[in-house]
């Protein structure tokens, strides 16, 4: 007769395995790093994500209010792309995966950084998590409702854990837009300067870009996730070498950031602050900085030194060691050059930089009709003046909406409205268009009107 303790003994074992298992898969679910992702293992490092060091959301969220106005409707422009498809197959990107990761590229090419791509594992990461904002309406890296369908993990490690992506180095951004142009949302990103950080990281070899479109109280919200990082580890840069943004002799340069749209916030306090300068070395060295100013260059020469706030590590916490940012107190001015002037040391070896740069002209763009008024149930035609084109796809946003049966676009600059049948007695039979980048109709840059006439 055979004994039955070894079975029972291998039953055990493979029990206890099993619960290890379960205790580990829990603990990336509630540990919270002091490193910065979330939750730390014995054999990864963290995944780095803007406000992990101070125990604060992190992303990027445009100001405006998530709705558009009462009786107000909007419209996309003709160059807004094809609608996304609903998820992303791994492997594999969709039309607006592929946007974002072509702008990804798009900023770390011009800085002079090493391009990421595509990686499958990432993807359903990044996918999994915009999907998951979307569906919640919430922003950052952090998520806490087990009951959404794409709940995949609580931050940004155990997403990636339950990917099994062997990772050395790794990193997440997150933004939330209301556009549908996916470029906007990692234009802002480059703007908040924690995660400028990360998109400019010499050490990211791969990336999964994940979207969500949705709409929201009639405004399109767009969640963009972007996980970064590399299996293998690519050659150190040369100590000297620096990732500079803007880098030497950038034009159309932004003018202003609003520090309140990132979470945490750079500048607190502040409302509206210049557009902000970077220094970046190898992610596995240390930076050191002695000087850090930006002036303007007049026609006379070098002119005014500007008020900014320096961060680095040593004062902030969200800065990485091996990074520093200048942010001038008030925005910068437009069509003006500016001069930037670095000075410090990379592991200890003396680094000076300097160089220059152009903020964009501010060229206002106006709106005309055809006639100042138009009969009820007629057709007015409006043109766009000094449009940028391509700052990409815009919103009309026309109200009140019961004066207009239908709106469309003739050509990227041109439109045509039909106006509704008749205005009642005693009602506004002024039509109102503001032209906005926001599908919530906040921040037009161009606005006109006219009036409709009532039928006798």
């Known amino acids: ?68 106005p009462p009786d107000t409707r909007t419209v996309v422009s003709p160059d807004a792309g094809p609608t996304p498809s609903p998820g992303a197959s791994a492997g594999s990107l969709n039309i607006m995966q592929q946007q974002v990761l072509d702008r990804v590229n798009h900023y770390r ?85 924690y995660h400028r950080f990360i998109i400019l990281s010499s050490d990211f070899t791969q990336a999964g870009p994940g979207v969500a479109l949705n709409a929201n109280r009639g405004a399109d919200v767009l ?6 990082g590399a299996e293998v580890l690519p050659q150190p840069l040369d100590p000297a070498r620096l990732t500079l943004y803007p880098f030497d002799g950038q034009q159309r340069v932004p003018t202003d950031f609003d520090p309140a749209q990132e979470s945490p916030d750079p500048m607190p306090g502040h409302t509206l ?37 320096l961060l680095t590590r040593a004062v902030d916490a969200e800065t990485p060691a091996n990074a520093a940012a200048l942010i001038s107190s008030a925005p910068l001015a437009a069509g003006t050059a500016y001069r930037a002037v670095f000075s410090g040391s990379v592991d200890g070896q003396p680094v000076t930089r300097m160089w220059e740069f152009n903020t964009a002209a501010e060229v206002p763009v106006t709106m005309t009709f055809a006639s100042p008024s138009v009969a ?41 409205m039909t106006t509704a049948a008749d205005c009642e007695p005693g009602m506004s039979c002024q039509v109102t268009v503001q032209a906005t980048y926001h599908s919530t109709c906040s921040a037009p840059f161009a606005v006109g009107s006219f009036d409709v006439t009532r039928k006798e």
Request: aromatic fraction near 6%; hydrophobic fraction near 40%; charged fraction near 15%.
């Open 109 to 193: 090419t011009i800085a002079g950084v090493a391009p990421v791509r595509a990686e499958a594992k990432l993807l359903n990461a990044a996918q999994s998590h915009a999907s998951y904002l979307g569906a919640s309406g919430a922003t950052g890296h952090y998520e806490t409702n087990k009951s959404n369908p794409y709940y995949t993990g609580y931050s940004p490690f155990d997403r990636i854990l339950v990917q099994r992506y062997e990772y050395v180095a790794a990193g997440e951004v997150v933004a939330s837009e209301s556009s549908s142009h996916p470029a906007r949302a990692i234009d802002a990103l480059m703007a908040a300067i």
């Open 376 to 416: 009820a149930g007629g057709v007015q035609r409006a043109t766009l003046h000094g449009l940028d084109t391509a700052k990409g796809p815009y919103y009309l946003c026309y109200s009140p909406a019961r004066l207009v049966s239908s709106l469309r676009h003739e050509s990227e600059m041109q439109f045509m």
């Open 273 to 309: 602050v210049g557009y902000p300068l970077s220094v970046q070395a190898d992610p596995r060295s240390t930076l050191v900085v002695e000087r850090f100013e930006l002036h303007e260059i007049s026609s006379a020469g070098l002119g005014r030194r500007l008020d900014a706030n």
């Open 223 to 228: 969640d963009v996730t972007v996980d970064l």
């Open 1 to 68: 007769m055979r004994s039955r303790y070894p079975v029972l003994v291998c039953v055990c074992a493979v029990l206890l395995l099993h619960c290890l298992d379960l205790e580990a898969q829990n603990s990336a679910d509630t540990q919270i790093g002091s490193a910065g992702d979330g939750a730390v293992s014995a054999t990864r490092p963290a995944v780095r994500n803007p406000g992990a060091a101070t125990g604060r959301s992190g992303g990027v969220t445009a100001a405006s209010t998530r709705a558009v």
